[in-house]
């Protein structure tokens, strides 16, 4: 009788979560619109609820499952872009147009905006911040973008890549070094917005010139490790 009474209970509880899931979602999937990505469908999503400039019964891109786009904050995948393989949109972010996101451990969380005939695919990427990505860019993996980066251009393609208030148009608006460092860490020198040099090592994010001090702050004179940091300084003052 205990037994009955236990699973009664639970049941009860799972009932009342699901029904509080139905008035509260943001969207669903329509599992009768649907399209293949390879082998994998992917679904069109319907709006709910209000939320931003989205109204209750407007029609979104696609998604491989619910888990992909949250259910709270205003996120939202609109027109015919495609989520799918293990990525995860949170917070306010907006893929539209025909942006095409398919990997593994992806995640665009803030206030992202992802537009254009945009790729990104492959494994290990975090989008954050407010950063931009439009215009045909491709992000492949082992990519970490974030603070206020802007990344636009058909002939840019980041791949192990940490990008921190980058402002690239093409290719040549960064360089990567790879395999420095106490733990062979990658190190990235991009353009910005205005005229410093952007600079992200491992837990540091800042101008070269602040990359520099920390780097005679921290490595004795004399020590490979100074002297590759510094032969890395300039390159990137040759580069740009």
Known sequence: MKKLIMKTGLLFMRMRYYFKYLKTRKYKILKTRYRFIGHDKVYRIKACRNFNNVKKGDIGGYIGKHCYLAQTGKCWIYDDAIV???TFIKGNSIIKDNAHINGRDIVIRDNCRISGYVVIAGENITIAGNSIIR????INSNVAISCNSYIS???TIII????CNA???SNDDFITFT???????TTTISKTRGKELSVCCGCFHGNIKKFEQQVMETHEEGSY????YLEMIKLAEIHF
Not at 160 to 163: F, P, Q, Y
Not at 179 to 185: A, C, E, I, L, S
Not at 225 to 228: F, H, L, Q, S, T
């Open 135 to 138: 215009n045909q860019a491709t």
């Open 84 to 86: 799918n393989g293990a």
């Open 167 to 169: 402002f690239i148009e």
């Open 179 to 185: 395999g420095f460092g106490r733990v062979n860490r």
């Open 153 to 155: 251009g058909p002939r």
């Open 160 to 163: 192990n890549a940490r990008l």
């Open 225 to 228: 490790r100074r002297d590759e």
